[in-house]
């Protein structure tokens, strides 16, 4: 088993920057990639942003690539998620996810992840 947990989140204002993490313990080892997803009361689950642990692939959402920065430290197993400029519309709770060896190539799809952290809530004030 890989367990996911989440930190960093929290209440801020509007222009304001965040910085999430992602511990990941466990069978690390059989893991091959990282992604970050969000989801908003009423909404449904969105894509955020992806990276290898090797760091040869980095993905983004592209209404989000701007105001984004996934980074990750492969010998700690974390996985960060630097946001700036937040918008209130940016207010959800933010999930990461971890994807293992052979598993599709495809970032952005959520069912190719077989780990999932708790997630951690951002809230964004105008």
């Known amino acids: 088993q890989v367990q996911l947990v989440e930190s960093g989140g929290g209440l801020v204002q509007a222009g304001d920057s965040l910085r999430l993490s992602c511990a990941a313990s466990?069978?690390?080892?059989?893991?091959?990639?990282m992604g970050w997803f969000r989801q908003a009361p009423g909404k449904e689950r969105e894509f955020v942003a992806a990276i290898t642990w090797s760091g040869s692939s980095m993905t983004y959402a592209n209404s989000l690539k701007d105001r984004l920065t996934i980074s990750r430290d492969s010998a700690k197993f974390t996985v960060y998620l630097q946001m700036s400029s937040l918008k209130p519309e940016d207010t959800a709770v933010y999930y990461c996810?971890?994807?293992?060896?052979?598993?599709?190539?495809?970032?952005?799809?959520?069912?190719?992840?077989?780990?999932w952290g708790q997630g951690t809530q951002v809230t964004v004030s105008s």
């Open positions: 996810a971890a994807k293992l060896q052979g598993a599709p190539n495809r970032p952005e799809w959520a069912p190719s992840y077989a780990y």
């Open positions: 466990g069978r690390t080892f059989s893991t091959y990639a």
